[in-house]
Structure formats: structure tokens, C-alpha cells
């Protein structure tokens, strides 16, 4: 008999949107699963959107905290709930293509011994109909735990869409990244656990003017938050049972993701003392980084004694914005003319979007040439 896959869906005030990932789920080829969602105390017409799916599927199950209890901890809170063999994690803005599971478990018969299973993702510019086909530069095979395959991992991680776990897992990385980073948490899973890579995309990552990265992603949370979780997550990484030259590396990169989002709110933050004339009474570390530069200039020379020189760092920090900005873009593609971008949105039914699925993996497959 086939394993039981346990799709774990958080959501948030998107009914409209957590209904097509239900519906993505409910699509696959892989039949042997079912959908949890865990409502983070919405107040909307979720539990109505969801009571509806159920009565179309026995698979979907919902589960409603009496208080938001933030995203991360919602998130956790469905891992911990997982009593299947395997499980993934779907977010309510996101969706998966057809033959993810199938092509996972497949996998996973062949290499029983890997901790996860890896398929590459596409994320969706839905505003601007742009494609961006992710992780390319990995081949399909088994990747042992090194120093080489964590780096690569923090370079280019898979969204955790894309990615099927062993609930095993769960005891060597724990639920999840404190801050709910998943370059992170796919880093620290690539250095406990072999894993497999298919030569197939498994589902979809969205932008759209809600989306957690349209609106900022991590570095809109508080310091306080984010201090709280690189310290978690420090913690977390020295108990785990690593050689001492992983650990070490594991830990710089985590630290080094941290004091890049550190940076970045500290130059935020001073442009907006120097704009309002108050000082931040939260410290934030700097070290000798491009942005960190920026931050010592600002604080060395304040705006109002040096006019002249505050526009030319703001210039440089203009510069450094829109030098991440064309990194970002690169890779992206137009939307194919043939596949109706309109069925993403919320308006179509469950059997239209169901069928737009089975054309975008078509599509998808084509531009990345598997």
C-alpha cells in the first residue's frame, strides 16, 4: 500500500486563495494523502471556504486557533501534528503541480534511505505574467551532507514547496526556523540528511500585491523578533549531532543571514532618523559588508552637519537597491501566450483550475527543457 503524504496548509485571512492550494493538493496524481489547514484565527470566511472543500473531499481537514499565534508558530504547530510517513508544507498563497507527490515518492522507492525529496519550483510574477524557473544549476541525484551541498543550499535553496519530508526530520532540524525562513531551514536540512533532487518542478511560488514577499518578508518583523529567533536558531544548530567543521559552518551562515537582515533595518532605520531627527533606541550590529559600511557613514556623519555627503550615501544605497533588484530579475521569462494566467486568479472554479494545472506543468516542462 502506498505511504500516507500529510499536506500541511497555514493560512491567514486568503480564503479565496487558500481554496486553490487545497485544490492543487486534492489535483495530485498521488492520491494517498490528505490536507490539514491550520487557521490562524482568520475571523473571515475561511472556515466556510474550507467546510465547502470538505464536503467535496473527505481528505481536507481544518483545524481554527482561538488567537492568531503568529505565522511561524501556526506553522510549527502543523508539523507537529504529522502522523504520516511523510509530509510538505504548502503555503495558502502557493500551489503545487500535478505529478509532484508521485514523482517524489517515486523517487523515494528508488533511494529509500534519503531524509527529503527536492523538486525545482517556479515562482509566478502574476502582476507582471513573468515565470522564473528556480534551481537549475542543481542536477537530479542523491546529495550527501558537506560543507559544499550546504553552501550550494544557501545559495540556491528550494522553496518548501517543492520539497517532501520524512517525518523523521522533524526530530533532526526541528519544525521549523524560528523566524520562518525556509533558506535557512533547507540549509540546516541539507547539512543533517541526504537528499534527492528530481529533474521535474513541483509546484509554484507566488507574487501578488499581498504576498509576504511583496510586503517585505522578514525584514519587516520587529528586532526584538528577529533577535530571539538567530538565537533560537544558534541554539538549535549546536545541539544537533554535527561534525565540528559542519556545525561551525552551518552556524556563519545562519549568523551571516541574520546580519544581513540586521543591516538592512539598520539603514531603514537611520534614513528615517535622519528624516525625522530622532535616534533608534534599538542597537543593531554592523560588520564590514557594503551595507555595513553605509551603516557606519550614516552614524559617523550625521545628515544635518554633512548635507552633502548624506546624498551621496543615499545615492550609494539607491545604487546597492537597484543592483539587487536586476539579480533578482534575472532569469525570469514572460509568461507563455498559450497558458491562461487568468485561471492563477481566484475567480475560476475548482475543475477549471484543476485542468490549468495539468497545462502549466506541460508548459513549465517545456521551458526548463525536462
Not at 36 to 60: K, M, P, Y
Not at 203 to 208: C, E, L, S
Amino acid at each position: 500500500m502506498d505511504e500516507l503524504i500529510t499536506t500541511v496548509v497555514p493560512t491567514y485571512r486568503r480564503p479565496q486563495l487558500l481554496r486553490r492550494a487545497v485544490v492543487s493538493a486534492l489535483s495530485q496524481s498521488y492520491g494517498q494523502l490528505k490536507v490539514c489547514v491550520f487557521d490562524n484565527a482568520s475571523g473571515d470566511e475561511t472556515e466556510e471556504v474550507v467546510a465547502s472543500l470538505i464536503r467535496q473531499d473527505a481528505r481536507v481537514s481544518y483545524i481554527k486557533n482561538e488567537r492568531n499565534v503568529g505565522a511561524v508558530a501556526n506553522m510549527m504547530r502543523g508539523a507537529a501534528s504529522v502522523s504520516t510517513g511523510f509530509y510538505s508544507f504548502l503555503n495558502d498563497d502557493d500551489f503545487l503541480l500535478p505529478n509532484f507527490y508521485q514523482n517524489a515518492m517515486n523517487g523515494i522507492r528508488k533511494s529509500p534511505r534519503v531524509g527529503f525529496v527536492c523538486a525545482k519550483t517556479v515562482t509566478v510574477d502574476i502582476p507582471n505574467r513573468k515565470l522564473q524557473l528556480r534551481n537549475s544549476e542543481w542536477q537530479p541525484r542523491i546529495y550527501e551532507p558537506s560543507i559544499s551541498t550546504m553552501s550550494k543550499m544557501y545559495r540556491s535553496h528550494f522553496t518548501q514547496t517543492g520539497v517532501l519530508f520524512r517525518q523523521e526530520m522533524r526530530q533532526l532540524i526541528g519544525l521549523y526556523e524560528k523566524s520562518g525562513n525556509d533558506i535557512l531551514y533547507m540549509t540546516m536540512a541539507a547539512a543533517t540528511a541526504s537528499f534527492l533532487v528530481l529533474d521535474s518542478c513541483g509546484g509554484a511560488f507566488t507574487i501578488h500585491p499581498q504576498s509576504y514577499t511583496s510586503t517585505g518578508g522578514i525584514s519587516q518583523e520587529r528586532l526584538v523578533y528577529l533577535y530571539e529567533a538567530l538565537i533560537s536558531t544558534l541554539s538549535s544548530v549546536i545541539k544537533m549531532n554535527l561534525a565540528d567543521d559542519m556545525k561551525v559552518h552551518l552556524l556563519s551562515l545562519i549568523s551571516n543571514y541574520y546580519y544581513g537582515m540586521f543591516e538592512l533595518k539598520r539603514l531603514a532605520e537611520l534614513k528615517a532618523e535622519n528624516d525625522s531627527g530622532s535616534a533608534s533606541s534599538e542597537p543593531l550590529p554592523s560588520r564590514v559588508t557594503f551595507a555595513g559600511v553605509l551603516c557606519k557613514l550614516h552614524e559617523r556623519f550625521p545628515r544635518k552637519r554633512h548635507a552633502l555627503l548624506a546624498k551621496a550615501l543615499d545615492w550609494l544605497t539607491t545604487r546597492s537597491r537597484r543592483a539587487a533588484i536586476q539579480t533578482n530579475l534575472a532569469g525570469w521569462s514572460n509568461f507563455p501566450n498559450d497558458a491562461h494566467i487568468e485561471m492563477i486568479t481566484v475567480g475560476s472554479s475548482n475543475l477549471e483550475f484543476a485542468q490549468f494545472l495539468q497545462q502549466f506543468e506541460q508548459q513549465v516542462s517545456k521551458l526548463s527543457g525536462a
